[in-house]
């Protein structure tokens, strides 16, 4: 995908999810001014982050930080490492991450934060120092009570661990609380790692009763073999569960007798990539199409759009990737009675964790990981429950329940703090 393409694709990210909150808010009986406060984020702030490269010279970084509304807390969400961030994705990126605390019911706000770069093509050194100039650049506007960061795309514990120690030196106080998704040893949360993954399992699990699918003979397909997916792929081979089809940015692997998950997790790269080593691959969009009960597209977004929508196989489709699915794709699937479960909904294990473990920061008492599994559980299945009654209840798709259950708890914190 080209530079420009992808960009107006993010940009088609925005305001299908402003639309989709403007649809909710109405459906919710709000007025027009508060669309007008939750379309963007309450702040938004650019940064400029001049890094020392191991050459000698010096780089400058372009880094941002939205927060989507701090009505309800503090706002929270991860940092991207990408060379194509742009605001626009940052900004639809904090609104997501309002509309998942909302959802889970966490003390939050969506915040988030991204850094125009390319991690794999720099040092060690010189991704600690561009994570410990970001800290520097925004340290005015986070902090454990005002927004709380946590790794996303091409970031990880490593980062975090930089980025607290950073802060901690400008504050001059240990903060564990500053910042989720940190290393065991500083303060990180049992189950933190593989929370997306979780989270999903448990969201296929509710819809797949729901459609009546016993999952020991269920067959998935899983788009996507990095974080998320391979995590996913593990807990659904441990299950006895056929993953029949996996894939990464350079192609597909489909088997309908099953997959070897272990062989294949034992041959991915740290990027998630494991196709470059077969012959007999097929495409992604390919892959898309093939036979399956269930369907994760766990990659990136719009692969399923209004040309292919109407191909798809699966009766279930859980998002565990942010956007996949295309507005008129959602509405193709829903007519065909494919059970939808949003993004939204359906990765919300990853805060759920990270709010886990900024209460364990705060209280300095620590859970075992079964008591993370079990926590992390009982609010899903019940997040899950509360969306598929209100799409039932008022005829609509999960997404839009998702979106109105999400929406309501900003729009009437905002209310009563008398902003509209
Ligand atoms: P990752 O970078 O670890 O893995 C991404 C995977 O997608 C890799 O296997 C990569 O090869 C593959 N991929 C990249 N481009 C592709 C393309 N054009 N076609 C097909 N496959 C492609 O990322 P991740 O952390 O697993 O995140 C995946 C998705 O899940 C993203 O949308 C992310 O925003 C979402 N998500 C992740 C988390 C998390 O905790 N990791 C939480 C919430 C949402």
Partial sequence: MDEDKSKVDKLDVLSSTQSIIHKALSKLGYPEEMYELLKEPIRMMTVRIP??????????????????????????GGVRFHPQVTEKEVK??????????????LPYGGGKGGIVCDPRHMSFREVERLSRGYVRAISQIVGPTKDIP???????????AWMLDEYSRIREFDSPNFITGKPLVLGGSHGRESATA?????CMMEAAKKKGIDMTGAKVIIQGFGNAGS???????????????????YGALYDEDGLDIDYLLDRRDSFGTVTKLFKDTITNEELLEKECDILVPAAIENQITSRNAANIKASIVVEAANGPTTLEATKILSERGVLL????????????????????????????????EGKL??????????IYDLSVRRKVDMRLAAYMIGVRRMAEASRFRGWV
């Fill in 51 to 76: 890094v020392r490269m191991d050459d000698g010279s010096t780089k400058i970084f372009t880094g941002y930080r939205a927060q989507h509304n701090d009505a309800v807390g503090p706002t929270k």
């Fill in 92 to 105: 639809a990126l904090s609104i997501w991450m309002s509309l998942k605390a909302g959802i889970v019911n």
């Fill in 150 to 160: 946590a790794p996303d795309v091409l970031t990880n514990s490593q980062i975090m």
């Fill in 198 to 202: 979780k989270g999903v399992t448990i």
């Fill in 231 to 249: 995590f996913l792929a593990k807990f659904m081979a441990d299950a006895g569960t056929r993953v029949v089809g996996i894939s990464d940015a």
């Fill in 341 to 372: 479960v949003p993004d939204v909904l359906a990765s919300a294990g990853g805060v759920t964790v990270s709010y886990f473990e900024w209460v364990q920061n705060n209280q300095g008492y620590y859970w075992t990981d079964e008591e993370v």
């Fill in 377 to 386: 559980r009982t609010v899903l299945v019940e997040a899950f429950e509360n």
